[in-house]
């Protein structure tokens, strides 16, 4: 169904729109039961962190990025 929601609207009100379509909705939480026991090691999972300066060479980045690589872009210091 389409939200009719103005792009300009959530960013300047810092809203973000969340949703699933392939897992069930409490799936994220079993996800983090499995972090929290020690069970799945997220030490693998290598964040690269750019600042928003330098945005273009992050989207870069990520579009080459492997399985375990998370492009982050810093917005605030």
Request: hydrophobic share 45%; net charge positive; proline share 5%.
């Amino acid at each position: 169904m389409p939200v009719p929601i103005s792009y300009v609207e959530m960013m300047f009100n810092s809203w973000e729109i969340v949703g699933q379509f392939m897992y069930l909705r409490e799936a994220y939480q079993r996800l983090l039961d499995l972090i929290r026991s020690g069970q799945l090691d997220m030490k693998k999972i290598r964040p690269l962190v750019y600042p928003l300066a330098r945005l273009r060479e992050a989207m870069e980045t990520a579009a080459k990025s492997g399985n375990f690589e998370c492009v982050v872009i810093q917005h605030r210091e």
